[in-house]
């Protein structure tokens, strides 16, 4: 059983930055790829960035790329995702997930997570 707890959303103005955090139980964070998706209100929840077991590949969605960077810091079993440049098409529930077992369809694809987060919200005014 994997918990993944997101903090670090609220309220920013358009140009501001926010970072958040996705603190995971367990002592196996190391082996699991992780990722974060969001889903803004009257739309389905769509990949944002994802990165590898060690760190070392990361994925981002062409929408966020060169604003939003995804990191991990394993002994702290913490996932990262910084976002700069924020717009207001950026407001959303972001959550967290845990991908535990081999990956068929990829890092971007939803079926690949097992364990999902409770989401935090970002809010982008203009």
């Known amino acids: 059983q994997v918990q993944l707890v997101e903090s670090g959303g609220g309220l920013v103005q358009a140009g501001g930055s926010l970072r958040l955090s996705c603190a995971a139980s367990g002592r196996t964070f190391n082996s699991y790829n992780m990722g974060w998706f969001r889903q803004a209100p009257g739309k389905e929840r769509e990949f944002v960035a994802a990165?590898?077991?060690?760190?070392?590949?990361?994925d981002h969605a062409v929408a966020v790329k060169g604003r939003f960077t995804i990191s991990r810091d394993n002994a702290k079993n913490t996932l990262y995702l910084q976002m700069n440049s924020l717009k207001p098409d950026d407001t959303a529930v972001y959550y967290c997930?845990?991908?535990?077992?081999?990956?068929?369809?990829?890092?971007?694809?939803?079926?690949?997570?097992?364990?999902w987060g409770q989401g935090t919200q970002v809010t982008v005014s203009s």
């Open positions: 990165i590898s077991l060690t760190g070392i590949i990361t």
């Open positions: 997930a845990a991908s535990t077992g081999p990956l068929r369809n990829g890092m971007r694809s939803q079926t690949e997570y097992d364990y």
